[in-house]
Structure formats: C-alpha cells, structure tokens
C-alpha cells in the first residue's frame, strides 16, 4: 500500500499521573513522532479531571514542536471555567481540539453549564471564532447510553452542524458499522471528515473489558480465536497486529480519509501497524 499525502493519521495519549508516566510518554513521543502524524491527541478525564495534567502534557508537546490537540469536555464544566481554558490554548497557539460531552466524575450530580458536546462547539465557536479545528466524536456502533441508533446519529449530526470540522470514531472492529455510519452521515447531510478510531490489541482480555463499557462489538469469530490463544502472550500480539493491520486496510481501501490510533500511551504496536499500512 502507497502512501496517500491527503490522508490525515494522527494519534491519541492520556496524561500521565506520575513522573515516571511522563518520563513513558516522553519515550513513546519519541518514537512516535518519526512516523510524523498529523496531530497527536491528549485526552481529559471526567468532569475535567486531568484538566491541568492535560494542559501540562500538550504545551510540553508544543514545545516539542509537535502539534497537540487537547480533548475538552463540558460536563461538569461552567462557562467561565472552559473561557479560561480556551483563552489559554489560545495564548500558546493551540489550534486543535476534540470537543466532547465527557463523563461526570463517580459521585458528583451536577452537570454544570453544558449538558451535549453540541453545546459545548457552539459555545467554542461563538467565543474563539474560527481559531480551533475542532474534533467530535463519533459512534458507528450507538453510544452505549443512546436511545436508539436513529438518535444517536441525530446527535451526530446536531454536533456537525453546530459548527465542527471533522470527527473521530470510537474504536470498532467491524468495517461494515463504519461505513454504514458514514453513508447514513452523508445522507443527513454531513461531509466532513469521519476519521476511524483504531484501537491495536496487545491484552484482549483488557480489550474485550473496554469494549463492553463503551459498546465496541468484537465479532464472535475474532474472540473465539483469542480465547485459543490463552495466556500465549506472543500470539495474542502477532494475531492482533493482523487483525488490526487488515481493519486498516480494508479502512483506507474503502475510503476512509485516515486514522487515529488510541496509543493507550504505548508505541510498540500502532508503530509496527503504521509502517505496516506504508503511511
């Protein structure tokens, strides 16, 4: 496979917790940033969790000169609050983000200022102008807490219109929900880009624990022949590096405009993919 110039391939970290963390991401940014993506994505935990950590790791990255794009959500947030954060990405030339409804923490009720990720675009458009690329999130699969499949994709497309400029998928393992996702998009009157989320397997057991939280389908034969492989480490790997490999591949045959691989803060695996693909 050839390299395409127009495809957009980027990848997406979480903030470390601990130095030693930071010193990992460190290394795996190192890595990383050979295979020149186009962004490098920084999530934020519930209710802004990780706010500060997240804002830490992307003007480290900046400085780097990579360029880093923070995830922002509203839930929990108040108006003031995201104003600030906003002033501040604007301040260090930050000119990317993923804007997302996001979790409220355990225990906590209130929801703040902003209850849809819908909201929370228009609100960055009214206060930023055209100054942010921003990113949604998408879900071939349904969100786990949609009513239904038609809502879902309402919701998807209420977040387009309120002014975003493409969007990222959850991670998924069926070619088939994604391009369905996409031509029902289309057909509501999206176009945008709709980039995969590409989740490399190296633990399936911790794969198939996060697919069952947030309604990622691992098709029956995929589990049967991880579950063959036991506790046979190596195998799990190889057999996941194919799977995955050929997911992406038959992504960008079918058009897919390109990828964005959830690192879980590893290089080993999306790196082996990536240069695998010729990207």
């Known amino acids: 496979m050839t390299d395409n110039p127009t495809r957009i391939c980027s990848v997406e970290f979480f903030p470390p917790a601990t130095e030693e963390g930071a010193e990992k991401l460190r290394a795996t940014r190192r890595q990383l940033r050979q295979l020149n993506p186009s962004f490098f994505s920084v999530t934020y935990g519930a209710g802004g969790t990780t706010r500060d950590r997240t804002l830490e790791t992307v003007l480290e990255m900046k400085a780097e000169g990579l360029n880093a794009a923070p995830h922002l959500s509203c839930i929990g947030s108040t108006r003031d609050n995201l104003r600030q954060t906003l002033e501040r990405y604007k301040e260090e030339g930050i000119h990317h983000m993923v804007a997302l409804r996001g979790d409220l923490p355990s225990g906590v009720v209130d929801p703040g200022d902003f209850r849809y990720a819908n909201e929370l675009v228009e609100f960055v458009r009214a206060e930023t102008g055209d100054w942010f690329h921003i990113e949604v999130a998408a879900y071939p699969e349904v969100h786990p807490q949609a009513r239904n499949a038609a809502k879902d994709l309402q919701n998807f497309v209420r977040k387009m219109k309120a ?59 995929m589990q049967r022949k991880f579950e063959g492989f036991g506790d046979d480490a190596a195998s799990v790997r190889a057999y996941g590096l194919d799977v995955v490999t050929t997911l992406c591949e038959r992504l960008l045959a079918g058009g897919a405009p390109g990828l964005h691989f959830y690192t879980l803060n590893q290089a080993g695996l999306t790196s082996t993919i990536w240069q695998r693909l010729g990207l």
């Not at 880009?193 to 490399?200: A, F, K, S, T």
């Not at 397997?201 to 198939?208: H, L, V």
């Open 163 to 221: 002014g975003a400029d493409s969007a990222i998928t959850q991670y998924f393992y069926n070619t088939d929900a994604y391009f369905a996702f996409v031509d029902d998009a289309r057909a509501m009157g999206v176009e945008a880009p709709i980039y995969p989320g590409i989740m490399p397997i190296a633990n399936f057991s911790k794969i198939a624990r996060f697919s069952e939280a947030c309604g990622a389908e691992i098709p029956r034969w």
